[in-house]
């Protein structure tokens, strides 16, 4: 199956700086890449919609601001987490809808992120 | 608004018995997926059902689609330990796009022995 590869798988950081995390489909062209952010113990929720070359669309209530994506190529989304604060600290899922696969997404490995 | 609901939320199966988890979604949806996730991990592809009667099986899980019922199962057959992880069923949430999902809360499974 195809691969989609996220980094860091870790992060800590200090509140109030600003953190990438890349999200990337190793082996096939993604025109549509998905975030999703996980609380602990919780399920998952889709924050954005990243489109190749286009502005992201973000669902309600997910600012827009704090959250910036960038889908600058047909392999790579970034999802910059600006201002970090302690409530940001989750689970964050990228997946990847490719080119020529019907109905199968793709998940990445995840990121951590830590907030201190 | 999709909302997507599991049932039981825990789960807590003995070695060899069989069990059932049900995923209920409010709207309707064009395909349903289910998936496996380990502790600390990202989400594993085991299902997707494209169509209303759809079932399909890999070992000791199948998933079974119903569109008019809008429910779909998850059926343990003979449980193992190594079947001990949380299931998230997951409906397309519409539109143009196959990757906005909506996810159900999870069911933890735990197989002992």
């Known amino acids: 199956g195809a691969v989609v590869s996220q980094h860091p798988s870790r992060v800590i950081c200090k509140s109030g700086t600003s953190v990438k995390i890349e999200c990337r489909s190793l082996d096939f062209q993604a025109t549509t890449m998905f975030w999703y952010r996980q609380f602990p113990k919780q399920s998952l929720m889709l924050m954005a919609t990243s489109n190749e070359g286009s502005k992201a669309t973000y669902e309600q209530g997910v600012e827009k601001d704090k959250f910036l994506i960038n889908h600058a190529s047909l392999t790579l989304s970034t999802l910059t987490v600006t201002s970090a604060h302690p409530e940001d600290s989750s689970f964050y899922i990228c997946?990847?809808?490719?080119?020529?696969?019907?109905?199968?997404?793709?998940f990445g490995e995840g990121s951590r992120l830590t907030v201190l | 608004e999709l909302k997507v609901e599991q049932n039981p939320l825990f789960l807590s199966m003995q070695e060899g018995k069989n069990y059932t988890i049900y995923c209920n979604y409010s709207t309707t949806s064009d395909r349903l997926y289910w998936y496996r996730q380990d502790p600390g991990k990202s989400l594993e592809s085991l299902f997707v059902l494209l169509s209303n009667g759809a079932v399909k099986q890999e070992g000791r899980l199948m998933a079974s689609l119903d569109t008019k019922a809008r429910l779909s199962t998850l059926h343990i057959t003979a449980a193992v330990h190594d079947l001990s992880a949380t299931y998230f069923c997951a409906a397309l949430k519409g539109g143009t796009s196959y990757g906005k999902l909506t996810f159900g809360q999870g069911t933890i499974l735990t197989v002992h022995p």
């Open positions: 997946s990847a809808e490719g080119l020529g696969y019907t109905g199968e997404l793709f």
